[in-house]
């Protein structure tokens, strides 16, 4: 099983087209807004989980719809593993007959090993007749040559004792790699949160990679808005934020501004001149608690359109509008 992450995009054309067509300061800093404090249009977005298929195969069940809420781990759908399966118990069959080699080959490495200890007793003793002069040379020499084949058999069992021990050792591969894949074939979740997109039905042969669900982090959600230099620059990582959605209007979220991009957007190639500079707009990213969006995953949606306030230093006071107000 495996996962694809990605971001989901879903910015407003009409926030790129207004921040092309005039100065961005005059489109984002709405009236009536007090110094020190900028805004800007997005949508609520949060990290999408796509979950993959690790092998080409049949999708046998999917036990989840668009809607649910999962939790980590959880068993979302189920490939047909069932010819995995059969390798499974041809090598668990290999593992066993390894087995039996080694036992053979060890029966044998103990008869070799009573065969040279025979064949050294007799060429001891044949050495003691030859010195005494009681057989000839040529006993001798084959007492010699039956120690040298008898060792010669010891060393070849040993090497059959080594490749059982390497056969048992590819067999049990064989077995983990089988049971590996089928256990890839259960596709599960990998954090808590609820199924995006149902993309693939039971029976459906898919390949390797291919999309079986999307699961949205609902613990994840930001939104994306676009600031001017002069307000992008005295942004910092941590600032408190403030998000009204459309929706919802009369609920303020608090939130903290996570990411301030270092490349402007919007902008000509060459930037020479003053009112070309107004015109550069910063992705600004703002980050809701995901404690506080565990309390209130109900009613947070993500893909719902509104408005992030931000503001452009410690020492500026939340107007009464912009103080935080949820849900019970």
């Known amino acids: 099983m495996e996962f694809n992450i990605k971001k989901t995009a879903i910015m407003g054309a009409v926030v790129v087209a207004a921040a092309l067509a005039v100065p961005a300061w005059q489109y984002l800093q709405e009236p009536g807004l007090p110094e020190g404090i900028a805004s800007g249009n997005g949508r609520l977005e949060a990290t999408q989980v796509d979950i993959t298929t690790k092998f080409a195969g049949r999708l046998a069940g999917v036990t989840v719809r668009e809607g649910d ?3 980590s781990g959880q068993l979302l759908a189920r490939m047909d593993v069932r010819e995995l399966e059969a390798e499974l118990h041809q090598a668990q069959a290999q593992v066993t007959q390894a087995q039996k080699q080694r036992s053979v080959a060890q029966a044998v490495i103990l008869q070799r090993k009573s065969e040279v200890t025979l064949a050294e007793k007799n060429l001891a003793r044949s050495r003691e007749l030859y010195e005494n002069q009681n057989i000839p040379i040529e006993q001798l020499q084959q007492s010699e040559t039956a120690v040298q084949t008898a060792r010669a058999a010891l060393s070849a069992a040993r090497a059959e004792l080594a ?7 590819a067999a049990r591969a064989r077995v983990e790699s089988a049971r590996t894949r089928i256990d890839d074939g259960a596709l599960k979740t990998p954090l808590d949160g609820r199924v995006l997109y149902r993309l693939a039905e039971p029976g459906e042969v898919l390949p390797a990679g291919g999309k079986v669900l999307t699961v949205l982090d609902q613990a994840d959600a930001f939104m994306t808005i ?12 941590g600032d408190e934020a403030r998000i009204v959605l459309d929706a919802m209007p009369e609920y303020t979220i608090p939130a903290t501004v996570s990411f301030v991009s270092p490349e402007a957007q919007f902008t000509p190639k060459e930037v020479e001149t003053r009112t070309e500079r107004e015109k550069l707009m910063f992705r600004v990213k703002v980050q809701i608690d995901p404690a506080l969006l565990a309390r209130h995953s109900a009613i947070v949606k993500t893909g719902v359109p509104g408005v992030t306030y931000v503001r452009l230093g410690a020492d500026v006071v939340w107007p009464e509008a912009l103080k935080v107000r949820l849900p019970p």
């Open 69 to 71: 809420e999962v939790a």
């Open 163 to 169: 490749l059982a021990g390497a056969a048992i050792d």
């Open 226 to 237: 676009f600031l001017p230099t002069l307000q992008a620059g005295r942004l910092r990582i």
